[in-house]
């Protein structure tokens, strides 16, 4: 299972990828508590601990790439997630690909696939617009 997402920011892919790895900043645009290594290989742990994982390969300004998973899946089952940046007239497109979601229902949805298509936009995408738009 796979899902696939883009949206428009008003901010510069370096300026968006630069809150998606810090954590004060990714925490003041989520109004979550969160903790971001730097480094390829680091691990992070996001919005209260729901969401953990390990950077696999960080290009600023480009690309991210995170071995992520949410605190409910089996013991060592992650996803693949990819952050791409590209700039869009005065800002930055992100599109998002995650892959090797979990079959199964989640608690909140029908599958973990609708779970974590839901997911992208009300904890990521909007936050995040309207962080950078301020």
């Known amino acids: 299972m796979s899902v696939h997402q883009e949206i ?3 901010a510069t892919p370096q300026r968006v990828y630069e809150v998606l790895t810090d954590a ?3 925490a003041a645009a989520t109004g979550r508590s969160v903790s971001i290594g730097a480094a390829a290989g680091d691990a992070f742990n996001l919005f ?3 969401v953990e994982g390990r950077q696999v390969e960080l290009a600023p300004g480009e690309r991210i790439v ?3 998973r949410l605190s409910e899946w089996d ?3 992650y996803s693949l997630v990819r952050f791409t940046l590209a700039p869009d ?9 995650q892959e090797a979601i979990p079959d199964g229902a989640s608690p909140m949805a029908p599958t973990w696939q609708a779970h974590v298509e839901a997911g992208w936009p009300m904890f990521y995408f909007e936050p995040l617009h309207k962080y950078l738009a301020a």
């Open 48 to 50: 209260d601990g729901y």
């Open 75 to 77: 013991p060592g089952v």
């Open 66 to 68: 995170q071995a992520w």
């Open 8 to 10: 428009a920011l008003p």
């Open 24 to 26: 004060a900043q990714f």
């Open 89 to 97: 007239g005065d800002g930055a497109r992100l599109t998002l690909d």
